[in-house]
């Protein structure tokens, strides 16, 4: 009969004591996501190996591939954990789902974060870039991002109308679409040049500008 260190040993390595099921599978696909991050930021997405992703994450690519078998499932998996890591940030600070102008007060705090986030700002206008054609693997992601983002921040504007705090008559969808494409635009102003661009001010004064015009 085989001693159970020898069955450990055909069959790999063993878990670490007090290290939970699947914990060491997990910590392998954050840090190949975080290493396909930053090359997909520095390169974009076509132009990024997956050979080079799985050196960055100290992995053979048959390593890489046993987690992820397709470039286009790695890249579902770094846009979800950025949207992930986003909503995370944001629920911190509240103890409750937003409401109203509460919904434009965290864009805001967002963009003040991402003005610290040089790597995850250079991922997503690098992929953007790239995801506007219709046969990028990111580009229905970058259609749902950019619509969820209207919708949430227009419907924000409808529930302020609503409970009294903004004007009836505030144009709800048009007001979205221009905090989404100012954030964008920002984003990229500020990649090009950060000590002249200080995209958070210029985000918050801009809602502010919302604010005093609709707000109530």
Same mark, same amino acid.
């Given at each position: 009969?085989?001693?159970?260190?020898?069955?450990?040993?055909?069959?790999?390595?063993?878990?670490?004591?007090?290290?939970?099921?699947?914990?060491?599978?997990?910590?392998?696909?954050?840090?190949?996501?975080?290493?396909?991050?930053?090359?997909?930021?520095? %390169?974009?997405? @076509?132009?990024? /190996?997956? =050979? &080079?992703? $799985? !050196? #960055?994450?100290?992995?053979?690519?048959?390593?890489?591939?046993?987690?992820?078998?397709?470039?286009?499932?790695?890249?579902?998996?770094?846009?979800?954990?950025?949207?992930?890591?986003?909503?995370?940030?944001?629920?911190?600070?509240?103890?409750?789902?937003?409401?109203?102008?509460?919904?434009?007060?965290?864009?805001?705090?967002?963009?003040?974060?991402?003005?610290?986030?040089?790597?995850?700002?250079?991922?997503?206008?690098?992929?953007?870039?790239?995801?506007?054609?219709?046969?990028?693997?990111?580009?229905?992601?970058? %259609?749902?991002? @950019?619509?969820? /983002?209207? =919708? &949430?921040? $227009? !419907? #924000?504007?409808?529930?302020?109308?609503?409970?009294?705090?903004?004007?009836?008559?505030?144009?709800?969808?048009?007001?979205?679409?221009?905090?989404?494409?100012?954030?964008?635009?920002?984003?990229?102003?500020?990649?090009?040049?950060?000590?002249?661009?200080?995209?958070?001010?210029?985000?918050?004064?801009?809602?502010?500008?919302?604010?005093?015009?609709?707000?109530?």
């Amino acid at each position: 009969m085989r001693s159970d260190a020898a069955k450990a040993s055909e069959g790999g390595p063993r878990r670490g004591r007090g290290r939970p099921p699947g914990s060491a599978s997990r910590l392998t696909r954050e840090r190949i996501v975080e290493a396909a991050a930053e090359l997909f930021a520095e %390169r974009g997405f @076509h132009a990024t /190996a997956m =050979t &080079s992703i $799985a !050196e #960055a994450a100290g992995l053979s690519q048959t390593g890489l591939l046993h987690h992820f078998p397709a470039k286009e499932e790695l890249l579902a998996a770094v846009l979800e954990h950025r949207d992930l890591r986003d909503l995370q940030t944001l629920a911190a600070g509240r103890d409750h789902p937003p409401r109203g102008w509460e919904v434009w007060d965290d864009m805001v705090t967002l963009v003040g974060l991402n003005s610290e986030r040089e790597g995850l700002v250079r991922l997503f206008t690098s992929l953007a870039g790239e995801a506007v054609e219709p046969g990028h693997p990111g580009h229905e992601w970058l %259609r749902a991002h @950019h619509r969820s /983002a209207v =919708t &949430s921040l $227009a !419907e #924000a504007l409808r529930e302020a109308a609503r409970d009294g705090s903004a004007d009836q008559a505030v144009p709800a969808d048009q007001l979205a679409r221009q905090a989404v494409a100012l954030m964008d635009g920002l984003q990229v102003q500020w990649l090009m040049d950060p000590l002249a661009v200080d995209m958070a001010d210029d985000f918050a004064t801009w809602v502010g500008t919302v604010r005093d015009r609709w707000g109530r």
